[in-house]
């Protein structure tokens, strides 16, 4: 019975440690924002920035399988490409190890600080109060593997468990063990903060506990397998990557543990800090080596699973330049106009298409691309913000508006459209199908629409007049028919799909009159800057920011 008290103590310990662990995470997240996912998709081509982003990341979310997971859906959002990603992934692993020093070097100790700092923190009503519930759950992940440690201070004194945990055991069987149990727990950090805080007490020799934490590295890779089982080829390309790698460097190193694994418990120093750096020597090399062999690593999984193309092409981002003067701003921003406009098309061609056809595909193509203007307007955003310093020209600063005021259009645009998507949503999560009356003219719709971006993106790369009048009321007439039909539909209670779709009609209007408005504020502020001629906007053919 007494046996069975300490069980049910520890469990609820180990239960208490991965729900601090889990939160802290996700308070990090929090007050990160989107900085966070910022931090991550700016990695550059260099692995070994990537590397280091994916270190710096971890080491403060406490979570490899996060900052693996949250890297997959940058890559499968087309954020990030997947040879950007493998850094990340690789760094990833060496944040990690930060939870076993911090552990190994008792901090632990200082756990019921955090906790008052951090509730205190939430009862203020001042700025700091933000970081309130971090820090809490900062102390609260240390506290509760004082609570392990605490609980199952009795096994001490059974010299069977002792004997079997401290005497030299299978290392394959401890690594299977570890692999396992970290696939459950869905988290490295709760095996190695256990297997340290069991080499503390005695309980848990040296020897056993690194193949234990080898183990741990494979288990978590679980987490990114999960997550990727309905992204694109990538995004599965990422997932892979960290499932190798992770089982490589076990491959590398297990054969050193075979070796010279009698030799560790000859070791007469603190048992749990060597293993703490064992395991951050481990990471630490293995990263290191997988870093110097990367390319190579990266052609492997592309051979694995297929070159793979790119889904749709990403659009030229604006870079922020001291050294570029406003002609070639403006240049840049002309061009990308364009471009962002063409996208959007697009972006309204899959959304009316996964309407049209009801494929899975389809829908799925289509939130990955609205997900990318999400990204593309924040880049614009922050952009925008430095070059407005940068100009100080009135005359400039003028016509620098006047391109915000028209980039700010294609993002309503954009809203439009993602409302449009997310009426397919919510008719998708009711399993509410079009029937063949509407869908004729959900298609007659979506093609007079189309003609409208066609029309309208055929006046700015020829330079010649829109006719907004013209073409709105074109659009308008054939809005109030389908309009019109649906409301006589409505009144038949069997129709689910007229009632759905009345929201679709409302969403092309707005996206209809945001068109137009687009066109008519180009056309104005074009004619009213002299020296931004159509033969300047002709001559412009790539983007220089």
Same mark, same amino acid.
């Given at each position: 019975?007494?046996?069975?008290?300490?069980?049910?103590?520890?469990m609820?310990? %180990?239960?208490?440690f991965?729900?601090?662990?889990?939160?802290?995470?996700?308070?990090?997240?929090?007050?990160?924002?989107?900085?966070?996912?910022?931090?991550?998709?700016? $990695?550059? !081509?260099?692995?070994?920035?990537?590397?280091?982003?994916?270190?710096?990341?971890?080491?403060?979310?406490?979570?490899?399988?996060?900052t693996?997971?949250?890297?997959?859906?940058?890559?499968?959002?087309?954020?990030?490409?997947?040879?950007?990603?493998?850094?990340?992934?690789?760094?990833?692993?060496?944040g990690?190890?930060?939870?076993?020093?911090?552990? $190994?070097?008792?901090l632990?100790?200082?756990?019921?600080?955090?906790i008052?700092i951090?509730?205190?923190?939430? @009862?203020?009503?001042?700025? *700091?109060?933000?970081?309130g519930?971090t820090?809490?759950?900062?102390?609260?992940?240390?506290f509760?593997?004082?609570?392990?440690?605490?609980?199952?201070?009795?096994?001490?004194?059974?010299?069977?468990?002792?004997?079997?945990?401290?005497?030299?055991?299978?290392? $394959?069987?401890?690594?299977?063990?570890?692999? +396992?149990?970290?696939?459950?727990?869905?988290?490295s950090? %709760?095996?190695?903060?256990?297997?340290?805080?069991?080499?503390?007490?005695?309980?848990?020799?040296?020897?056993?506990? %690194?193949?234990?934490i080898?183990?741990?590295?494979i288990?978590t890779?679980?987490?990114?397998?999960?997550? +990727?089982?309905?992204?694109?080829?990538?995004?599965?390309?990422?997932?892979?990557? #960290?499932?190798?790698?992770?089982?490589?460097?076990?491959?590398?190193?297990f054969?050193?543990?075979?070796? *010279?694994?009698?030799?560790?418990? &000859?070791?007469?120093?603190?048992?749990?800090?060597?293993?703490?750096?064992?395991?951050?020597?481990?990471n630490?090399?293995?990263?290191m080596?997988?870093?110097?062999?990367?390319?190579?690593?990266t052609?492997?999984?592309d051979?694995?699973?297929?070159?793979?193309?790119?889904d *749709?092409?990403?659009?030229?981002?604006?870079?922020?330049?001291?050294?570029?003067?406003?002609?070639?701003?403006r240049?840049?921003?002309?061009?990308?106009?364009?471009?962002?406009?063409?996208?959007? &098309?697009?972006?309204?061609?899959?959304?009316?298409?996964?309407?049209?056809t009801?494929?899975?595909?389809?829908?799925?193509?289509a939130?990955?691309?609205? &997900?990318?203007?999400?990204? +593309?307007q924040?880049e614009?955003?922050?952009?925008?913000?430095?070059?407005?310093?940068?100009?100080?020209?009135?005359?400039?600063s003028?016509?620098?508006?006047?391109?915000?005021n028209?980039f700010?259009y294609l993002?309503?645009?954009?809203?439009?459209?993602?409302?449009?998507?997310?009426t397919? !949503?919510?008719?998708?999560? #009711?399993?509410?199908?079009? !029937?063949?009356?509407i869908?004729?003219? %959900?298609r $007659?719709?979506?093609?007079h629409?189309?003609?409208l971006?066609?029309?309208?993106?055929k006046?700015?790369?020829? #330079?010649?007049?829109?006719?907004? !009048?013209?073409?709105g009321k074109?659009? &308008?007439?054939?809005?109030?028919?389908?309009?019109?039909?649906l409301?006589?539909?409505?009144a038949?209670p069997?129709?689910?799909?007229?009632?759905?779709?009345t929201?679709? +009609?409302?969403?092309?209007?707005?996206?209809?009159?945001?068109?137009?408005?687009?066109?008519?504020?180009?056309a104005?502020?074009?004619a009213?800057?002299?020296? @931004?001629t159509?033969?300047e906007q002709?001559?412009?053919?790539?983007?220089?920011?």
């Amino acid at each position: 019975m007494e046996n069975l008290h300490i069980i049910m103590a520890g469990m609820t310990a %180990v239960i208490l440690f991965v729900f601090g662990l889990e939160n802290f995470s996700r308070e990090i997240e929090r007050i990160s924002g989107e900085r966070f996912r910022k931090s991550l998709s700016h $990695a550059t !081509k260099m692995p070994i920035i990537g590397l280091v982003i994916g270190a710096v990341v971890t080491m403060f979310i406490q979570s490899s399988s996060a900052t693996s997971v949250i890297t997959i859906s940058l890559v499968n959002a087309g954020v990030l490409s997947f040879q950007n990603s493998v850094g990340i992934i690789f760094g990833s692993n060496i944040g990690t190890t930060i939870t076993a020093q911090l552990v $190994a070097f008792k901090l632990t100790d200082f756990a019921p600080i955090f906790i008052i700092i951090g509730f205190l923190l939430t @009862l203020s009503r001042n700025r *700091f109060a933000i970081f309130g519930k971090t820090i809490f759950y900062f102390g609260f992940v240390f506290f509760s593997l004082n609570l392990i440690s605490s609980s199952l201070a009795p096994l001490q004194n059974n010299p069977q468990l002792v004997e079997v945990l401290t005497q030299p055991q299978n290392p $394959a069987l401890a690594l299977l063990v570890g692999c +396992v149990f970290t696939a459950i727990v869905q988290s490295s950090s %709760v095996t190695t903060g256990l297997a340290i805080v069991f080499t503390q007490q005695g309980l848990l020799s040296l020897e056993n506990a %690194v193949p234990l934490i080898m183990g741990a590295n494979i288990g978590t890779t679980a987490t990114a397998f999960i997550a +990727v089982f309905n992204m694109d080829i990538a995004a599965k390309k990422t997932a892979l990557s #960290h499932f190798l790698f992770n089982v490589g460097g076990v491959l590398i190193f297990f054969p050193l543990l075979l070796l *010279f694994g009698n030799a560790l418990n &000859q070791y007469d120093g603190d048992a749990a800090i060597a293993l703490a750096t064992i395991h951050l020597i481990f990471n630490l090399a293995t990263s290191m080596v997988f870093i110097a062999f990367v390319n190579p690593f990266t052609r492997l999984v592309d051979w694995l699973m297929g070159e793979g193309k790119m889904d *749709f092409v990403r659009l030229e981002l604006p870079v922020y330049n001291e050294q570029h003067t406003f002609d070639d701003i403006r240049a840049a921003l002309l061009n990308n106009e364009t471009a962002l406009l063409s996208f959007l &098309q697009e972006n309204y061609n899959s959304v009316t298409l996964s309407l049209e056809t009801n494929y899975q595909g389809i829908f799925d193509a289509a939130e990955k691309r609205i &997900q990318y203007i999400d990204f +593309v307007q924040k880049e614009y955003l922050s952009y925008f913000s430095r070059v407005a310093v940068q100009v100080n020209d009135p005359n400039d600063s003028t016509q620098l508006i006047h391109l915000i005021n028209r980039f700010d259009y294609l993002f309503q645009i954009h809203d439009s459209i993602n409302d449009l998507f997310n009426t397919k !949503k919510v008719m998708q999560e #009711h399993f509410i199908e079009l !029937k063949s009356d509407i869908l004729l003219n %959900v298609r $007659a719709l979506s093609s007079h629409t189309l003609e409208l971006f066609d029309n309208l993106a055929k006046s700015i790369d020829s #330079h010649t007049d829109f006719d907004s !009048k013209q073409e709105g009321k074109a659009l &308008q007439q054939h809005l109030d028919e389908v309009n019109r039909a649906l409301l006589v539909l409505m009144a038949n209670p069997e129709r689910a799909d007229a009632g759905a779709l009345t929201n679709f +009609v409302t969403y092309s209007q707005r996206l209809k009159d945001k068109l137009i408005n687009f066109a008519k504020l180009r056309a104005a502020q074009v004619a009213e800057a002299p020296d @931004l001629t159509q033969q300047e906007q002709a001559s412009v053919e790539t983007p220089t920011t």
